[in-house]
């Protein structure tokens, strides 16, 4: 069992928890994950880490609800316990100095680009993070990416904060700026926002990574249940990613992939909630939607 | 008893549950033999002054010599002696192809049935684990320290033979739960789990650690078990990996699954049980498996189970090639399961909405023998056909997989990602051993385990008189 040292919610939905998890944290490195599992009848989903610290032995995770799991997730308090927890799996960032980095994180995707964010700042990058979030209420991280970041940018849908409109929008403007000479672009989030991402960039010749978040049973390789395409050819997100270059994932064929138990999530929330009705998960993929048509047009 | 007497005994048959029954339920399906049956099969036994069967049985078992203790219904000394050499009889009992082993050899098998030796062996594997406590006795301790990777047959088989020594043993397992394929792979109605886990908390009440949650290359590496964590030496038995997809268009459609997956999905996590498990798999009507091993028949007749009908399996070879269990195949057929042989998947189509529709396959002949020395399957031009299906499963086999050789510098893999080994079981690494499909690229459970065992010897020579295994010589040598 794997201690919650603390938890707190950052958002609507999206919780932030420290967990105990000593071997993970000393291995950690920007781009891991982890699989957990709750309860000795939950189902192993991939999460990744949001930050680790090797001297006290605890890694973060930033948890959205988006379904049964991650909801009962998400009830655990601080002194309660993750049933498993193992990794750090996958590859890491490959690191390098491209001059000016972007990182570009929607929802719980800006997790991800944190530690990326260090990593890039040490590697003497100049460092900028476009987040993203329906409103203000839904921007996370900022102050903690501003720590590694020579820029933040907030962006909204509403225009409550920061930037009025949708990251993709932010960040054709930094590619469009002389001044700003993007040299690559690491970004995570929905599947549709990645997308979009790749599309935005694509057409400056940037190069553009993106961790993927493909369905994962086992997370080593075993089950072949992350497998996207990339470039044309089959690759495991578990054990070849979860990065890989934008620019050549079928990202069609992945958000269609995801949605391979879509019927019996629905059931297992239902079951979870007491049939309460939820409607963030459908939510989000409006808005997803909405982002990827946005982009479409510019 | 005469040998002529024997000889006239015919070969108790294995209750078995009723085919209609069991294609919807997960029970196991052999039953075990009846106290009276074990011993009137013990007694078909000829006791052979030089036992062919042993020879065919890779720990080495003392075949006659348990089977007359059984036959003398002193069922205390064949357990002992069954377990002096097998530490997990109840599997092996249950999932050996005994055919090709110990039975092929056996004197009787010239003319009629052999001795139902894997029926033998379960009997009294399962009478130990219900009927007496463990009575195994600790050695004095050595104080060296042994981690091994992977808990499935060879890494438990090796761990049980090195506690038996006295040396402390670590087994680290990337899953939440132990036993590696026995429990992820082969499903209930073949190997029931609690059978595993009785085996694997008899090794836990030996003094053997194990801790779930760590991989082996991600977690730690090698060089940080030997170097920080303080073993003496290393076993890395962390299985076949990667399942290999056939490369044929569509199988990015949903509804198309590994058989590890599948498997994964019903037997590690209980997916078939929506009421006690969180974790989801797709069921249809219509489901094709493709392969003609143990994993495809464990997955057709999981997914025959799941409420498939019919669940077909389709083979590009005919059935005297499939390397399945005998067993196994004549279990599947019974169970109502369809066989396409001889048969090809080239495609798998989908709908508009990206399901698996059905799966186009063309129909195959046998030509001259290939370097397996089974002849080669020929596809029939102009022969493809369609069968409807929503889930399309391939069980065509696995490749190496890379973490943990990718993260251990100096770890001599072949051209296939295969850890290579001289005939001590040691790498090129002094004090790291292997054994199992890692090494085998893909065979069965008691191979992986008749390498725990040999690969025990061995790590017991280096720990006890510093032999570090010929290739780890050599390249010191060379190194020199």
Redesign the interface.
């Known amino acids: 069992m794997f201690r919650i040292c603390s938890a707190e919610w950052l958002a609507p939905k999206v919780r932030r928890f420290e967990v105990e998890a000593p071997?993970?944290a000393k291995?950690h490195k920007a781009g891991h994950f982890v699989i957990v599992?709750v309860?000795e009848?939950?189902?192993?989903i991939p999460l990744t880490i949001a930050r680790s610290d090797a001297a006290r032995g605890v890694i973060t995770l930033v948890v959205q609800v988006v379904g049964?799991?991650t909801e009962a997730l998400c009830a655990l308090e601080k002194g309660e316990a993750i049933?498993?927890?193992?990794?750090?799996?996958g590859k890491p960032t490959d690191i390098e100095d491209f001059g000016h980095a972007v990182l570009v994180g929607g929802g719980v995707g800006t997790a991800v680009i944190y530690p990326q964010a260090e990593a890039l700042k040490a590697a003497g990058n100049k460092v900028s993070a476009v987040i993203g979030g329906r409103s203000k209420e839904y921007v996370i991280f900022e102050k903690e990416l501003a720590q590694y970041c020579d820029a933040v940018y907030p962006c909204t849908d509403d225009g409550s904060y920061g930037y009025h409109g949708f990251v993709t929008g932010k960040l054709k403007e930094l590619l469009e700026d002389p001044n700003e000479k993007v040299g690559a672009v690491l970004t995570a989030g929905p599947v549709p926002m990645m997308r979009a991402i790749a599309e935005v960039t694509r057409p400056f010749d940037v190069e553009t990574i993106a961790s993927l978040n493909p369905i994962m049973?086992?997370?080593?390789?075993?089950?072949?249940?992350c497998?996207v395409?990339v470039g044309g050819e089959?690759k495991?997100a578990c054990?070849d990613g979860p990065e890989f270059d934008a620019h050549a994932v079928?990202f069609g064929?992945l958000a269609?992939?995801l949605?391979?138990?879509r019927k019996?999530?629905g059931?297992?929330w239902n079951r979870a909630r007491d049939s309460q009705a939820c409607d963030s998960g459908e939510e989000s993929r409006c808005r997803a939607r909405a982002m990827e048509e946005a982009a479409a047009k510019q | 008893m005469k040998p002529s007497e024997r000889m006239k005994i015919p070969r108790q048959e294995m209750p078995e549950l009723d085919a209609g029954v069991r294609a919807t339920n997960f029970a196991e399906v052999n039953r075990g033999f009846a106290p009276a049956a074990a011993c009137t099969e013990a007694e078909r036994c000829l006791q052979c002054k030089d036992a062919k069967c042993i020879a065919g049985c890779p720990v080495g078992i003392n075949i006659p010599g348990f089977v007359e203790a059984l036959a003398n219904d002193d069922l205390n000394t064949a357990a002992d002696i069954l377990l002096a050499d097998n530490m997990l009889p109840g599997v092996t009992g249950r999932v050996c192809p005994q055919e090709t082993q110990c039975e092929e050899l056996c004197v009787r098998a010239k003319k009629g049935w052999s001795v139902g030796i894997g029926h033998m062996e379960r009997y009294v594997a399962d009478w130990a684990r219900m009927n007496r406590p463990d009575l195994f006795e600790p050695p004095p301790p050595t104080g060296k320290k042994v981690a091994i990777v992977g808990s499935g047959p060879a890494g438990l088989t090796c761990a049980g033979e090195l506690s038996k020594r006295g040396h402390a043993v670590t087994v680290f397992e990337?899953?939440?739960k132990p036993g590696g394929v026995l429990v992820?792979g082969i499903p209930e109605f073949r190997l029931p789990n609690e059978v595993v886990e009785a085996e694997v908390e008899t090794l836990r009440t030996r003094g053997v650690e194990i801790i779930?949650?760590?991989?082996i290359g991600?977690?730690?590496t090698i060089p940080e078990l030997m170097d920080e964590e303080g073993f003496d030496a290393v076993f890395i038995a962390n299985?076949a990996?990667?399942?290999i997809?056939q490369?044929i268009p569509g199988?990015?459609l949903?509804?198309v699954?590994?058989a590890?997956?599948f498997l994964?999905?019903v037997n590690l996590?209980?997916a078939h049980d929506?009421t006690?498990?969180?974790?989801?798999v797709?069921r249809a009507s219509e489901i094709v498996v493709c392969g003609g091993g143990n994993t495809a028949m464990d997955g057709v007749r999981t997914a025959r189970r799941l409420g498939a009908n019919p669940a077909t399996l389709v083979y590009r070879r005919s059935r005297e090639e499939m390397p399945a269990r005998a067993e196994e195949v004549k279990h599947a057929e019974e169970e109502g399961v369809v066989f396409q042989m001889l048969t090809n998947p080239v495609e798998i189509l989908g709908d508009e909405s990206?399901w698996v529709r059905a799966v186009r396959c063309i129909r195959m002949e046998l030509g001259e023998p290939d370097a397996s020395g089974r002849r080669r399957p020929v596809p029939i031009e102009g022969s493809e056909f369609e069968i409807p299906c929503r889930v399309f499963i391939e069980a065509i086999g696995t490749r190496a997989?890379?973490?943990l050789t990718q993260t251990t510098p100096g770890l001599e893999v072949n051209k296939w990602g295969n850890i290579v080994i001289d005939e001590n079981n040691a790498t090129s690494i002094a004090g790291v051993f292997a054994g199992g499909d890692i090494v085998r690229g893909g065979a069965t459970v008691i191979l992986a385990m008749g390498d725990g065992k040999n690969t025990a010897h061995s790590i017991h020579d280096h720990l006890m008189n510093g032999i570090a295994g010929a290739a780890a010589a050599v390249a010191a040598e060379s190194a020199t």
């Open positions: 071997r993970v291995h599992r309860g009848s939950g189902e192993r049964a799991t049933t498993n927890v193992v990794g750090p799996l049973v086992d997370g080593t390789g075993m089950c072949g249940g497998r395409t089959m495991f054990v079928d064929e269609d992939r949605t391979s138990y019996q999530e059931l297992a | 990337a899953l939440h992820y779930c949650d760590v991989v991600q977690t730690y299985g990996g990667l399942p997809f490369n199988e990015q949903k509804g699954y590994s590890n997956e994964t999905r996590m209980g929506a006690a498990s969180d974790t989801p797709i990206g997989n890379p973490l």
